[in-house]
């Protein structure tokens, strides 16, 4: 299965950055097909990763996307899994 993974630790305090990269990245997976898309905010305060959770839930992202999983062994990581298209 193929992935795509955004690493946000070198752009951890650029919020406009930020939502950018997380465009990008939802939008390259809709368009490529892909069906699972793994951001790592990396662990810290937990404020980056609120962030993404927050970007993640916005109306028109959400209804690109089937659900997000957290991961449970390591907790600076997000799974966004995409539906599959016929």
Do not use: C, T
Not at 3 to 31: M, P, Q, T, W
Not at 55 to 71: A, G, P, S
């Amino acid at each position: 299965m193929a992935k795509i993974k955004l690493d946000l630790h070198d752009i951890y305090n650029k919020g406009k950055s930020i939502d950018l990269e997380l465009n990008r990245v939802i939008n390259e997976a809709v368009d490529k097909g892909i069906r699972l898309v793994e951001i790592i905010p990396g662990k810290g305060s937990g404020a980056l990763k609120k962030k993404v959770l927050r970007f993640l839930e916005q109306k028109d992202i959400r209804k690109l996307y089937h659900r997000v999983e957290k991961d449970s062994k390591n907790w600076g990581r997000l799974f966004v899994h995409f539906k599959k298209i016929n």
